[in-house]
């Protein structure tokens, strides 16, 4: 798989800059590395619809503790954990079925599915999919495939994964090494979601203390020396000028830019076995059914000329028989007989 030696994401066959960094992708294309056959990576960009200024707000883990922070307006409201199941099976996939291969990762080795895959088209013509929403859910997730790289040195990561839901990544360049592990309600959202890797799951970095003045305004501190905390651009990972140390800053600090929205972060999240859209592709298809059917109906007995033909009152093709109907024929015998004596009596010959 191709993908952006910039941002990690896919890098779509027929595209020329990539989705996330603009980069041209003649200059940036490269081979993602090897991944077990049943493994995927796939990138993912989510938000929720807020329920007072009513922009998208981003979501850049996966929050499952019921209740959301609108980095907009600050409200903190109720958000409904289930509604990750279908986005989480969403992304899956996306990273198993995406293109340019007509039947994504894993062919099936005597199935053909690739006329009936929707997602073919996701990184040879495009770069994200979208999950449709309805009306009863707030939640809005983006997908494509691809292999998470270094934010530094822009090449892929080495990851490890230590457990359920956590792994670690280093860069084979600067060697920094960074660790990730879900909380149990995230972790259980999903049983072939193995890892993931963002910053609001990174364990071995503490974020940022939000301290509140008499007067209401919101200040951060640094976590190691209490320090006050300036924000340097909009990276997630901020350094103390006081003491030097590194902390996350959470999303919600991150104000508007000019009037303008925040954008949701890309995360990673690595998924194994096959999607649930493929396990739904490789059942028996409508036709094989049909022509199993229509096999079957070959096999049964034919209904017998005596069969009820209907109650409803009208004209019926009478039914038949294939050969000669011996009680007929004698029967009919029969009446000729007796129809020869009854002549004979009368006439008196």
């Known amino acids: 798989m191709a993908i952006c030696g910039h941002c990690g994401i896919v890098a779509p066959t027929d ?45 850049d883990g996966i929050d499952a503790d019921g209740a959301v922070d609108c980095v907009h307006c600050g409200l903190r409201q109720h958000f409904e954990v289930s509604a990750w199941v279908p986005a989480l099976g969403f992304a899956h996939d996306i990273g198993d079925l995406a293109g340019p291969a007509p039947e994504g990762r894993c062919p099936h080795p005597t199935l053909w599915i690739g006329s009936e895959n929707p997602y073919q088209g996701v990184g040879d013509a495009v770069t994200f999919a979208q999950l449709p929403r309805n009306a009863y859910s707030a939640l809005s997730i983006e997908a494509t495939p691809g292999f998470p790289v270094c ?8 990851v490890t994964v230590t457990g359920p839901g956590a ?19 995230a972790r259980n959202l999903d049983e072939l979601m193995v890892a993931v890797i963002a910053d609001e799951h990174r364990t071995e970095c503490p974020q ?29 990972l901020q350094v ?15 104000a508007r830019n000019e009037g303008a929205q925040r954008p949701p972060d890309v995360f990673w999240i690595l998924f194994r076995g096959p999607s649930p859209k493929r396990a739904e592709l490789e059942q028996p ?46 029967l009919t015998l029969a009446l000729g007989t007796v129809a020869l004596i009854v002549g004979w009596l009368v006439t008196g010959r």
């Not at 993602?32 to 329920?51: E, I, K, M, S, Y």
């Not at 019926?316 to 028989?321: D, G, I, W």
């Open 167 to 185: 792994c670690t990544t280093a860069c084979p360049r600067c060697g920094v090494r960074a660790v990730y592990a879900l909380p149990d309600g």
């Open 208 to 236: 940022a203390q939000r301290t509140t003045t008499q007067a209401g305004v919101t200040a951060l501190a640094c976590p190691s020396c209490g320090g006050p905390l300036r924000l340097a651009g909009t990276g997630r």
């Open 285 to 330: 298809v409508p036709a094989q059914a049909a022509a199993a059917a229509v096999a079957m109906s070959l096999l049964k007995p034919q209904a017998a000329a005596t069969d009820t033909i209907g109650n409803t009152p009208g004209v019926y093709e009478a039914p038949e028989r294939p050969g000669i109907h011996w009680p007929q024929v004698l």
């Open 240 to 254: 103390c000028a006081f003491c030097n140390a590194s902390c996350i800053v959470p999303a919600r600090h991150f």
């Open 15 to 59: 595209g020329t800059a990539c989705e996330i960094c603009k980069h041209p992708l003649a200059q940036t294309r490269l081979t993602a590395p090897a991944l077990p056959a049943d493994n995927c990576w796939v990138a993912v960009r989510c938000g929720f619809t807020c329920n007072s200024c009513k922009f998208l707000a981003p979501l």
């Open 151 to 158: 934010a530094a040195c822009h090449v892929p990561l080495d």
